[in-house]
Protein backbone atom coordinates (compact mmCIF):
# COMPACT_ATOMS: atom_id res chain seq x y z
CA UNK A 1 0.00 0.00 0.00
CA UNK A 2 1.44 3.35 -1.16
CA UNK A 3 1.73 5.99 1.51
CA UNK A 4 -1.04 8.24 0.17
CA UNK A 5 -3.39 4.93 -0.03
CA UNK A 6 -2.52 4.65 3.85
CA UNK A 7 -3.46 8.59 4.12
CA UNK A 8 -0.08 9.65 4.83
CA UNK A 9 0.52 13.33 3.34
CA UNK A 10 3.40 14.14 1.38
CA UNK A 11 6.09 16.60 2.45
CA UNK A 12 5.89 20.01 1.52
CA UNK A 13 8.31 21.97 0.37
CA UNK A 14 8.81 25.45 2.19
CA UNK A 15 9.82 27.93 -0.56
CA UNK A 16 10.77 30.81 0.77
CA UNK A 17 10.97 34.22 -0.92
CA UNK A 18 14.18 35.38 -1.94
CA UNK A 19 15.22 38.95 -0.51
CA UNK A 20 16.85 41.58 -1.91
CA UNK A 21 19.72 43.61 -0.04
CA UNK A 22 19.46 46.76 0.12
CA UNK A 23 21.09 48.82 -2.62
CA UNK A 24 23.30 51.34 -1.44
CA UNK A 25 21.78 54.64 -1.04
CA UNK A 26 21.32 56.68 -4.14
CA UNK A 27 23.52 59.93 -4.58
CA UNK A 28 20.95 62.74 -5.58
CA UNK A 29 22.38 65.01 -8.15
CA UNK A 30 23.86 67.89 -7.03
CA UNK A 31 23.28 71.67 -8.83
CA UNK A 32 24.76 74.97 -8.02
CA UNK A 33 22.48 78.03 -8.20
CA UNK A 34 22.92 79.02 -12.32
CA UNK A 35 24.89 82.50 -12.41
CA UNK A 36 23.24 84.55 -15.72
CA UNK A 37 25.20 88.39 -16.80
CA UNK A 38 24.63 90.70 -19.42
CA UNK A 39 27.40 92.25 -21.49
CA UNK A 40 25.15 95.50 -20.95
CA UNK A 41 22.55 96.70 -18.13
CA UNK A 42 21.17 99.45 -20.38
CA UNK A 43 19.52 99.19 -23.78
CA UNK A 44 17.60 101.38 -26.43
CA UNK A 45 15.16 99.82 -28.63
CA UNK A 46 12.28 101.64 -31.16
CA UNK A 47 8.66 101.05 -31.62
CA UNK A 48 8.92 99.58 -34.78
CA UNK A 49 12.71 98.86 -35.92
CA UNK A 50 14.06 96.41 -37.79
CA UNK A 51 17.66 94.85 -36.23
CA UNK A 52 17.34 96.94 -32.50
CA UNK A 53 20.71 96.42 -30.65
CA UNK A 54 20.75 93.04 -28.45
CA UNK A 55 22.39 92.68 -25.30
CA UNK A 56 24.56 89.33 -24.40
CA UNK A 57 23.33 86.72 -21.84
CA UNK A 58 26.10 84.38 -20.40
CA UNK A 59 24.49 81.52 -18.10
CA UNK A 60 25.77 78.52 -16.71
CA UNK A 61 25.08 76.08 -13.89
CA UNK A 62 27.71 73.61 -11.50
CA UNK A 63 26.50 70.28 -12.27
CA UNK A 64 24.37 70.69 -15.85
CA UNK A 65 25.26 71.60 -19.48
CA UNK A 66 24.38 74.73 -20.69
CA UNK A 67 21.40 73.43 -23.17
CA UNK A 68 19.57 72.50 -20.21
CA UNK A 69 19.59 75.74 -18.88
CA UNK A 70 16.66 78.71 -20.40
CA UNK A 71 16.24 82.23 -20.27
CA UNK A 72 13.18 84.03 -20.60
CA UNK A 73 12.15 87.67 -19.17
CA UNK A 74 9.90 86.96 -16.18
CA UNK A 75 8.60 90.31 -15.45
CA UNK A 76 8.30 94.05 -16.62
CA UNK A 77 7.80 97.36 -14.70
CA UNK A 78 6.21 99.01 -17.60
CA UNK A 79 4.30 96.42 -19.92
CA UNK A 80 3.29 99.23 -22.22
CA UNK A 81 6.98 99.88 -23.00
CA UNK A 82 7.87 96.16 -23.20
CA UNK A 83 6.14 92.73 -21.79
CA UNK A 84 8.26 89.69 -21.21
CA UNK A 85 6.34 88.20 -24.45
CA UNK A 86 8.18 90.43 -26.64
CA UNK A 87 11.37 89.70 -24.94
CA UNK A 88 13.13 87.45 -27.69
CA UNK A 89 16.36 84.72 -26.23
CA UNK A 90 18.28 82.70 -28.92
CA UNK A 91 20.76 80.28 -28.29
CA UNK A 92 21.20 76.99 -26.40
CA UNK A 93 24.68 77.68 -25.67
CA UNK A 94 26.16 79.28 -22.25
CA UNK A 95 26.07 82.74 -24.28
CA UNK A 96 22.25 84.00 -25.66
CA UNK A 97 21.49 86.78 -27.60
CA UNK A 98 18.61 89.19 -26.18
CA UNK A 99 16.38 91.41 -28.54
CA UNK A 100 13.49 93.32 -27.19
CA UNK A 101 10.36 94.39 -29.20
CA UNK A 102 9.24 97.45 -28.56
CA UNK A 103 5.38 98.38 -27.68
CA UNK A 104 5.37 101.82 -27.16
CA UNK A 105 8.13 104.39 -25.82
CA UNK A 106 9.23 104.99 -22.17
CA UNK A 107 11.20 103.22 -20.09
CA UNK A 108 11.14 99.67 -17.76
CA UNK A 109 12.75 97.16 -16.01
CA UNK A 110 13.35 94.12 -17.50
CA UNK A 111 13.79 90.93 -15.22
CA UNK A 112 15.91 88.54 -17.21
CA UNK A 113 15.29 84.83 -15.69
CA UNK A 114 17.78 81.41 -16.33
CA UNK A 115 16.00 78.55 -14.72
CA UNK A 116 18.43 75.37 -13.92
CA UNK A 117 17.97 71.77 -12.99
CA UNK A 118 17.02 71.22 -9.45
CA UNK A 119 14.46 74.29 -9.97
CA UNK A 120 17.24 76.80 -9.32
CA UNK A 121 16.91 80.04 -10.78
CA UNK A 122 19.02 83.74 -10.85
CA UNK A 123 17.94 87.29 -12.52
CA UNK A 124 19.12 90.17 -13.97
CA UNK A 125 17.54 93.59 -14.45
CA UNK A 126 17.34 94.81 -17.86
CA UNK A 127 16.94 98.73 -17.64
CA UNK A 128 15.11 99.58 -21.07
CA UNK A 129 14.25 102.73 -23.46
CA UNK A 130 12.50 102.93 -26.24
CA UNK A 131 12.44 105.58 -28.96
CA UNK A 132 9.14 106.47 -31.67
CA UNK A 133 8.76 104.57 -34.41
CA UNK A 134 10.16 106.64 -37.46
CA UNK A 135 9.64 107.07 -41.06
CA UNK A 136 11.65 104.75 -43.20
CA UNK A 137 12.29 102.48 -39.94
CA UNK A 138 12.82 98.90 -42.28
CA UNK A 139 16.06 100.99 -43.81
CA UNK A 140 16.78 102.39 -40.83
CA UNK A 141 19.73 101.48 -37.38
CA UNK A 142 21.12 103.35 -34.58
CA UNK A 143 24.60 104.07 -33.79
CA UNK A 144 24.33 103.70 -30.11
CA UNK A 145 27.16 104.89 -27.39
CA UNK A 146 26.57 108.89 -28.87
CA UNK A 147 23.96 110.72 -29.54
CA UNK A 148 24.75 113.95 -31.74
CA UNK A 149 26.85 111.95 -34.72
CA UNK A 150 27.96 114.91 -36.85
CA UNK A 151 30.11 113.60 -39.28
CA UNK A 152 31.20 110.89 -40.89
CA UNK A 153 33.98 108.78 -43.82
CA UNK A 154 33.57 105.31 -45.13
CA UNK A 155 36.21 103.08 -43.37
CA UNK A 156 35.81 100.48 -45.80
CA UNK A 157 34.17 96.75 -45.53
CA UNK A 158 30.67 98.28 -44.17
CA UNK A 159 31.88 100.16 -41.35
CA UNK A 160 32.14 104.29 -41.02
CA UNK A 161 33.90 106.52 -38.65
CA UNK A 162 31.50 109.18 -36.87
CA UNK A 163 32.73 111.90 -35.16
CA UNK A 164 30.17 113.75 -32.19
CA UNK A 165 29.49 117.38 -31.35
CA UNK A 166 29.40 117.12 -28.12
CA UNK A 167 32.68 115.52 -27.71
CA UNK A 168 36.45 114.51 -28.87
CA UNK A 169 35.80 110.71 -29.29
CA UNK A 170 35.78 109.35 -33.06
CA UNK A 171 33.68 106.07 -33.18
CA UNK A 172 33.84 103.12 -35.24
CA UNK A 173 30.79 101.19 -36.51
CA UNK A 174 29.01 98.09 -38.13
CA UNK A 175 27.26 100.70 -40.72
CA UNK A 176 24.77 97.69 -40.91
CA UNK A 177 23.66 97.25 -37.58
CA UNK A 178 22.56 98.82 -34.62
CA UNK A 179 24.40 98.71 -31.56
CA UNK A 180 27.50 100.78 -30.26
CA UNK A 181 30.78 101.46 -31.43
CA UNK A 182 33.49 98.44 -32.18
CA UNK A 183 36.54 100.78 -31.44
CA UNK A 184 36.45 105.18 -30.38
CA UNK A 185 39.65 106.58 -30.13
CA UNK A 186 39.86 109.96 -27.89
CA UNK A 187 42.94 112.45 -29.57
CA UNK A 188 42.23 115.34 -27.01
CA UNK A 189 46.03 114.52 -25.28
CA UNK A 190 47.46 114.92 -28.39
CA UNK A 191 45.70 117.64 -29.96
CA UNK A 192 46.29 119.42 -26.45
CA UNK A 193 42.40 120.50 -26.18
CA UNK A 194 40.76 120.20 -23.13
CA UNK A 195 37.24 121.25 -24.62
CA UNK A 196 35.35 120.26 -27.29
CA UNK A 197 36.31 120.69 -30.62
CA UNK A 198 32.41 120.30 -31.78
CA UNK A 199 33.67 118.26 -34.53
CA UNK A 200 31.28 119.27 -37.61
CA UNK A 201 32.50 117.98 -41.41
CA UNK A 202 35.43 115.46 -42.08
CA UNK A 203 36.74 113.82 -45.63
CA UNK A 204 39.28 111.15 -46.56
CA UNK A 205 41.94 111.31 -48.99
CA UNK A 206 43.39 108.21 -48.94
CA UNK A 207 44.71 107.39 -45.63
CA UNK A 208 44.24 110.34 -44.59
CA UNK A 209 40.95 111.81 -42.56
CA UNK A 210 40.49 115.59 -42.47
CA UNK A 211 38.15 116.53 -39.58
CA UNK A 212 37.25 120.29 -38.77
CA UNK A 213 35.40 121.78 -35.92
CA UNK A 214 32.99 123.95 -36.63
CA UNK A 215 35.17 126.87 -36.10
CA UNK A 216 32.49 129.03 -34.50
CA UNK A 217 31.50 130.20 -30.65
CA UNK A 218 29.82 127.95 -28.93
CA UNK A 219 25.69 128.38 -28.44
CA UNK A 220 26.31 131.54 -25.61
CA UNK A 221 28.40 133.33 -28.23
CA UNK A 222 31.82 132.79 -26.23
CA UNK A 223 34.99 132.27 -28.24
CA UNK A 224 36.46 128.81 -27.22
CA UNK A 225 39.81 128.19 -28.69
CA UNK A 226 39.71 124.13 -29.04
CA UNK A 227 36.62 124.83 -31.55
CA UNK A 228 39.05 126.71 -34.54
CA UNK A 229 40.98 122.87 -34.94
CA UNK A 230 41.37 121.50 -37.60
CA UNK A 231 43.11 117.92 -37.68
CA UNK A 232 43.71 114.83 -39.11
CA UNK A 233 44.19 111.55 -38.53
CA UNK A 234 45.80 108.50 -40.34
CA UNK A 235 44.06 105.06 -41.03
CA UNK A 236 45.38 101.91 -40.96
CA UNK A 237 43.14 98.85 -42.15
CA UNK A 238 40.33 98.56 -43.12
CA UNK A 239 36.39 98.08 -42.20
CA UNK A 240 36.47 96.20 -38.32
CA UNK A 241 40.39 96.07 -38.07
CA UNK A 242 40.44 99.81 -38.81
CA UNK A 243 43.13 101.76 -36.58
CA UNK A 244 43.53 105.72 -36.07
CA UNK A 245 46.53 107.26 -34.79
CA UNK A 246 46.65 111.60 -34.65
CA UNK A 247 48.51 113.25 -36.98
CA UNK A 248 48.60 116.95 -37.90
CA UNK A 249 46.49 119.74 -36.37
CA UNK A 250 45.79 123.22 -37.29
CA UNK A 251 44.36 126.12 -35.08
CA UNK A 252 44.53 129.38 -37.46
CA UNK A 253 41.51 128.89 -40.16
CA UNK A 254 39.33 130.51 -38.09
CA UNK A 255 41.40 133.81 -38.24
CA UNK A 256 42.70 133.39 -41.65
CA UNK A 257 38.81 133.65 -43.04
CA UNK A 258 38.01 136.62 -40.73
CA UNK A 259 41.12 137.88 -42.28
CA UNK A 260 40.52 137.21 -45.73
CA UNK A 261 36.77 138.47 -45.72
CA UNK A 262 37.94 141.71 -43.94
CA UNK A 263 40.59 142.53 -46.90
CA UNK A 264 37.81 141.63 -49.24
CA UNK A 265 35.49 144.66 -47.74
CA UNK A 266 33.78 142.43 -45.22
CA UNK A 267 31.88 140.84 -48.18
CA UNK A 268 30.33 137.74 -45.90
CA UNK A 269 29.90 139.79 -42.06
CA UNK A 270 32.69 136.92 -40.73
CA UNK A 271 34.22 139.10 -38.42
CA UNK A 272 30.98 140.42 -36.80
CA UNK A 273 29.40 136.89 -37.46
CA UNK A 274 32.28 135.28 -35.14
CA UNK A 275 32.40 138.19 -32.12
CA UNK A 276 32.58 137.64 -28.60
CA UNK A 277 28.79 137.27 -27.62
CA UNK A 278 27.44 136.53 -31.18
CA UNK A 279 25.47 132.73 -30.98
CA UNK A 280 27.24 130.97 -33.94
CA UNK A 281 23.46 129.53 -35.60
CA UNK A 282 22.06 133.01 -37.10
CA UNK A 283 20.82 133.77 -40.13
CA UNK A 284 24.35 136.39 -40.57
CA UNK A 285 26.75 134.11 -38.05
CA UNK A 286 29.78 131.78 -38.62
CA UNK A 287 29.47 128.07 -38.28
CA UNK A 288 30.91 125.30 -40.74
CA UNK A 289 29.65 122.32 -41.36
CA UNK A 290 30.96 121.28 -44.52
CA UNK A 291 34.18 119.69 -45.87
CA UNK A 292 35.23 118.67 -49.27
CA UNK A 293 38.13 118.67 -52.11
CA UNK A 294 37.37 120.49 -55.37
CA UNK A 295 37.31 118.64 -58.39
CA UNK A 296 39.98 117.15 -59.35
CA UNK A 297 42.12 117.66 -56.07
CA UNK A 298 43.53 117.01 -53.14
CA UNK A 299 45.24 120.06 -51.98
CA UNK A 300 41.97 122.19 -52.56
CA UNK A 301 39.19 121.97 -50.12
CA UNK A 302 35.84 123.77 -49.92
CA UNK A 303 34.90 124.51 -46.68
CA UNK A 304 30.63 124.94 -46.40
CA UNK A 305 29.14 126.99 -44.10
CA UNK A 306 26.08 126.51 -42.06
CA UNK A 307 26.36 130.49 -41.44
CA UNK A 308 25.85 132.84 -42.57
CA UNK A 309 23.66 133.02 -45.88
CA UNK A 310 24.53 135.12 -48.48
CA UNK A 311 23.36 137.82 -48.57
CA UNK A 312 22.01 136.85 -44.71
CA UNK A 313 18.19 137.32 -45.45
CA UNK A 314 15.71 134.56 -46.18
CA UNK A 315 16.35 132.99 -49.26
CA UNK A 316 19.71 133.91 -49.55
CA UNK A 317 22.33 131.43 -50.86
CA UNK A 318 24.41 128.65 -48.83
CA UNK A 319 28.01 129.59 -49.07
CA UNK A 320 31.39 127.61 -50.17
CA UNK A 321 34.92 128.85 -49.63
CA UNK A 322 38.08 127.26 -50.99
CA UNK A 323 41.35 127.15 -49.71
CA UNK A 324 43.62 126.26 -51.97
CA UNK A 325 46.54 125.05 -49.73
CA UNK A 326 44.15 122.91 -47.03
CA UNK A 327 45.61 119.76 -47.16
CA UNK A 328 49.02 121.53 -45.81
CA UNK A 329 48.06 123.26 -42.94
CA UNK A 330 47.54 120.51 -40.69
CA UNK A 331 50.95 119.87 -39.16
CA UNK A 332 52.25 123.14 -41.17
CA UNK A 333 53.57 126.64 -40.59
CA UNK A 334 51.98 128.40 -43.46
CA UNK A 335 48.45 130.27 -43.14
CA UNK A 336 45.50 129.28 -45.63
CA UNK A 337 44.93 130.78 -49.00
CA UNK A 338 41.55 131.28 -50.45
CA UNK A 339 40.04 131.06 -53.67
CA UNK A 340 37.13 132.40 -55.10
CA UNK A 341 34.15 131.77 -53.01
CA UNK A 342 31.26 129.66 -54.51
CA UNK A 343 27.58 131.08 -53.85
CA UNK A 344 25.11 128.18 -54.06
CA UNK A 345 21.03 128.38 -54.29
CA UNK A 346 19.90 125.48 -52.32
CA UNK A 347 16.44 126.93 -51.99
CA UNK A 348 17.27 129.08 -48.81
CA UNK A 349 19.01 126.04 -46.80
CA UNK A 350 22.53 126.06 -46.06
CA UNK A 351 25.02 123.52 -46.51
CA UNK A 352 24.61 120.50 -42.97
CA UNK A 353 27.36 118.34 -45.19
CA UNK A 354 28.97 117.79 -48.52
CA UNK A 355 30.29 114.50 -50.26
CA UNK A 356 32.51 113.87 -53.25
CA UNK A 357 32.91 110.54 -54.83
CA UNK A 358 35.38 108.73 -56.84
CA UNK A 359 32.93 109.91 -60.19
CA UNK A 360 33.79 114.04 -59.37
CA UNK A 361 29.50 113.90 -58.29
CA UNK A 362 29.05 115.93 -55.56
CA UNK A 363 26.01 115.41 -53.03
CA UNK A 364 25.51 118.09 -50.71
CA UNK A 365 22.87 117.87 -47.30
CA UNK A 366 21.13 120.98 -46.96
CA UNK A 367 19.37 122.12 -44.07
CA UNK A 368 18.60 125.42 -41.95
CA UNK A 369 21.12 127.67 -40.60
CA UNK A 370 19.19 127.90 -37.26
CA UNK A 371 19.07 126.31 -34.06
CA UNK A 372 15.47 124.87 -34.24
CA UNK A 373 16.28 122.49 -37.03
CA UNK A 374 14.85 119.29 -36.66
CA UNK A 375 11.72 120.18 -37.86
CA UNK A 376 12.90 122.59 -40.43
CA UNK A 377 13.13 121.49 -43.83
CA UNK A 378 16.41 119.39 -45.67
CA UNK A 379 17.19 118.26 -48.61
CA UNK A 380 19.81 116.41 -50.88
CA UNK A 381 21.17 118.33 -54.23
CA UNK A 382 23.38 117.25 -56.81
CA UNK A 383 26.47 119.23 -57.85
CA UNK A 384 29.43 118.74 -60.37
CA UNK A 385 31.24 121.01 -57.85
CA UNK A 386 31.65 123.59 -60.37
CA UNK A 387 31.60 126.91 -59.65
CA UNK A 388 29.02 128.98 -61.26
CA UNK A 389 27.04 125.60 -61.89
CA UNK A 390 23.32 125.07 -60.41
CA UNK A 391 22.62 122.55 -57.97
CA UNK A 392 19.90 120.21 -58.71
CA UNK A 393 17.60 118.92 -55.79
CA UNK A 394 17.40 115.45 -55.92
CA UNK A 395 14.60 114.69 -52.30
CA UNK A 396 13.41 116.10 -49.85
CA UNK A 397 14.25 114.22 -46.72
CA UNK A 398 11.77 113.40 -43.81
CA UNK A 399 11.41 116.05 -41.14
CA UNK A 400 8.43 114.59 -38.54
CA UNK A 401 11.04 112.44 -37.03
CA UNK A 402 13.53 113.66 -34.14
CA UNK A 403 16.98 114.81 -34.82
CA UNK A 404 18.49 116.60 -37.94
CA UNK A 405 20.21 115.01 -40.96
CA UNK A 406 24.16 115.80 -40.29
CA UNK A 407 26.33 113.85 -41.92
CA UNK A 408 26.31 111.03 -45.16
CA UNK A 409 29.94 108.92 -45.22
CA UNK A 410 30.50 107.94 -48.52
CA UNK A 411 28.65 108.61 -52.26
CA UNK A 412 27.60 105.59 -54.90
CA UNK A 413 27.40 106.60 -58.41
CA UNK A 414 24.70 109.02 -58.76
CA UNK A 415 23.54 107.95 -62.00
CA UNK A 416 23.25 104.37 -61.29
CA UNK A 417 19.62 103.03 -61.19
CA UNK A 418 18.46 102.44 -57.56
CA UNK A 419 21.83 104.50 -56.03
CA UNK A 420 21.48 104.84 -52.32
CA UNK A 421 22.51 106.84 -49.75
CA UNK A 422 23.22 106.56 -45.77
CA UNK A 423 22.49 109.80 -43.77
CA UNK A 424 22.92 109.93 -40.32
CA UNK A 425 21.47 111.99 -37.82
CA UNK A 426 22.37 114.42 -35.05
CA UNK A 427 19.52 113.71 -31.90
CA UNK A 428 21.52 115.45 -29.44
CA UNK A 429 18.47 117.83 -28.45
CA UNK A 430 15.94 115.24 -29.40
CA UNK A 431 13.87 113.64 -26.43
CA UNK A 432 14.14 110.61 -27.13
CA UNK A 433 12.09 108.83 -24.66
CA UNK A 434 9.24 110.97 -23.69
CA UNK A 435 10.94 112.01 -20.50
CA UNK A 436 11.58 115.76 -21.14
CA UNK A 437 15.14 114.72 -21.02
CA UNK A 438 17.77 115.69 -23.98
CA UNK A 439 19.18 112.91 -25.25
CA UNK A 440 22.71 114.18 -25.07
CA UNK A 441 22.26 114.64 -20.99
CA UNK A 442 21.21 111.05 -20.49
CA UNK A 443 23.04 109.55 -17.99
CA UNK A 444 23.70 106.54 -19.74
CA UNK A 445 25.71 105.94 -23.11
CA UNK A 446 23.75 103.02 -24.07
CA UNK A 447 20.33 104.78 -24.34
CA UNK A 448 22.35 107.78 -26.36
CA UNK A 449 21.92 107.33 -30.18
CA UNK A 450 21.59 108.70 -33.79
CA UNK A 451 19.77 107.60 -36.61
CA UNK A 452 21.14 106.49 -40.06
CA UNK A 453 18.91 106.05 -43.00
CA UNK A 454 19.62 104.79 -46.60
CA UNK A 455 17.64 106.84 -49.51
CA UNK A 456 17.31 105.34 -52.91
CA UNK A 457 17.66 108.53 -55.07
CA UNK A 458 16.52 108.06 -58.18
Do not use: C
Not at 435 to 444: N, V, Y
Amino acid sequence: MSRLSRGLLPLAVAVLPVLALPAAPATAASYGTPTITLSAGYLSGAVGATGDPTVTVTVAQSGAAASALTVAASASSRGSVARPGDVSVAGTTGTRTLVVAAQGVGYTDLTIKVTGLGGKSATKTLHYAASPAVQHAAASRYLTGSSDASAAVDAGGGYILVADDESNVLRLYDRNASGGPVRTWDFSGALGVSKEIDIEAATRVGDTVYWTGSLGNNKDGAVKRDRQTVFTTTVTGSGADTQLSPAGSYRGLRDDLIAWDHANGDRYGFAAGAADGQAPKQIDGFNVEGLEFAPGSTTTAYVGFRAPLTPAVTGGRALLVPVTNFSSLPGGSAHAAFGAPVELDLGGLSVRDLRRNALGQYLIVAGSWAADDNSDPYALYRWDGRPGSRPVKVLDLPTSDAGGWEAVADLPDLTAPGARVQLITDDGSADLYGDGTAAKDLTHAEWKKSRTTWFTLN
